[in-house]
């Protein structure tokens, strides 16, 4: 896992560009299932501040953590719950068989 400050463009050679909060559990449910399923991903911390995420909101259009973008698939999701639905059905069974 990579990690990157807010003014570092996001970079295309993981699989995912992970936005987060600092001790979020939502964030973190994210973040074991990525290393679960193996999943490369760059991690990007944002304004605690939920007033200041307009990286997040442009991205998602709402200020809510976590949001996953997918390089592999152009696909842009927030919701815990969806992003491990999401990341199970699309990476489960990547290169093992």
């Known amino acids: ?56 909101q442009r991205l998602s259009g709402n200020r809510e953590v976590p949001v996953i973008v997918d390089h592999n698939t152009g696909v842009t999701m927030g919701e815990s719950p969806r992003i491990v639905k999401y990341l199970y059905k699309t990476y489960r069974n990547r290169g093992g068989d």
Not at 14 to 22: E, S
Not at 37 to 51: G, I, P
């Open 1 to 56: 896992m990579a990690e990157q400050t807010l003014d570092e463009p996001a970079s295309v050679d993981a699989d995912l560009t992970l936005y987060r909060l600092q001790g979020c559990p939502f964030c973190e449910r994210v973040v074991r299932t990525l290393e679960d399923l193996d999943v490369s991903y760059h991690s990007r911390f944002v304004e605690a501040k939920h007033s200041e995420r307009n990286v997040v």
